[in-house]
């Protein structure tokens, strides 16, 4: 891949400068080249140079409104074997968090923007001499984009429409819902939406709509910030109503308030509500596992955090089921903002976690030896096996936690065994299949000569679920079991949103064991596969890579 991506950027100086980004979608990881530093992203399925393409172009309309800030897109890139390439000038983020406010006046610049240009253009006709050949960036009339984009890994067709009414419902809902009837058949859902579709139009009377240059995506994985202010990045871009951007910028804390319609008792009123229908696709994925059994899970390893005393998570209050059907779980609210400040001290927090076991373990012997004192004088129980007291979900996928002697039995058994059952059942995939026949023999010669004391984890430790507050680091969405303390920081390390100094931190109190690198990506292992079962083949490539080299 790096000679063919040397050759297409017609540099002779190509250096990997070790840091890994991307997410659901795609991998990315960071070059330096004699033009300066680049990102790179790959994806091999077959839809990727579309779906890059669709995000080249929202980039380029962006970045000529010379709003906001967004990375350069340089090239999309097709290599031999299917895989393909995004090359973009590489930035260097962090979470958003001081330039919220300046997000949000530059995000209504780039709304305005093409509004603007119309008030320019009819200006200029109305003037002698002037025309619209004058123009420096053309103003769009209506409701569309020149390109198919990609929200997520779906295409969306951007077919130009002169009414945003039939955009909206003919390019964006109807397409969902035609899928939905394809792969579940919802009755309810067709009949809901039949109604629906007739009153579409009445929500938009008297609203006049100018066709706004949208992001199109605009979640909170999606922004960012530097020294000299907001970045937004991955865009779906089109030309819409402007008034599609906010949904994103509800929580799903809001969206739970909104779909529970105020039913809490009043005495509730300042905890976190997570409903077990967040969102259309949660609801539909948790027909596979019950809303109940999931919250349970995340209840049970926000307690056995808390129990620690270490590092902060939302207090779990109750799981409660819903009428009909479905669940709510109620927490302690914590007035959040992404990590940034904290790292270094979360990088502590987590070691200490990981340390926790361990220290009630030689306390315990310690007391054992000690002379009118026992195991009874501990306050907290030593586990000295792997597993947990109930299952737990890593997403919406179960995950059996009984319990095991050793950690190479527990994990072959029930976090890649489990994953891989999945990716049979689903895809039959037989490279899949022969790489892990050979692989599952060589595992437990990965942790010779390591003593491994079962650990707490937190489980999903990826950006997304850690946070911090003005008091220090907070964590959630947990899905804990007591492992290997190694396995925390593969996902960690995965994804990006975690600064140097967090893992500068973990590891002046954990040192890297001899062989750490080589379980680091069999610890990634799981995660990519996880991935391909949660999101699709686009991470049937990255898995299949991992594999091969770790029977190398």
Known sequence: MEEALRRELGTPVLRPTGHLGGGCISQGQSYDTDCGRVYVKSNSKAEARRMFEGEMASLEAILKTQTIKVPKPIKVI????GNTLFVMEHLEMRGLNRHSAKLGTQLADLHLHNQQ????????????????GQMEVQFVDQFGFHTVTCCGYLPQVNDWQNDWVTFFAKQRIQPQMDMIEKNSGD???RELWAQLQLKIPSLFCDVEIVP??????????NVAEDDSGPIIFDPASFYGHSELVMIFQCKRTSSCRQQLNQGMEKGMNSSLLKAGCWWTLRKKLLQFYKARKMFEGEMASLEAIQKTNIVRVPQPIKVIDLPGGGAMFVMEYLKMK?????????GEQIADLHLYNQKLGEKLRKEGSTVGKGAGHSESQYVDKFGFHTPTCCGYIPQVNEWQSDWPSFFIRHRLQAQLDLIEKDYGDREARELWSQLKLKIPEMFCDV????????????????????????????????GHSEFELAIAGMFGGFSSSFFSAYHSKIPKAPGFEKRNKLYQLFNYINHW????????????????????
């Open 78 to 81: 097709d290599l031999p074997g």
């Open 117 to 132: 240009l119309g008030e320019k253009l009819k200006k200029e006709e109305s003037t002698v001499g002037k025309g619209q």
């Open 187 to 189: 009755r309810e859902a």
């Open 212 to 221: 706004a240059l949208l992001h199109g995506d605009l979640w909170g994985g």
């Open 338 to 346: 992404h990590l940034n400040k904290c790292s270094s001290k979360l």
């Open 451 to 482: 003593e491994i004391v079962p650990a707490l984890l937190h489980g999903d430790l990826w950006a997304g679920n850690v946070a911090e507050d003005d008091s220090g680091p907070i964590i959630f969405d947990p899905a804990s079991f007591y």
């Open 533 to 552: 079962n949660h999101f699709g083949t686009g991470y049937r490539g990255s898995t299949l890579n991992v594999m091969r080299k770790l029977l190398k």
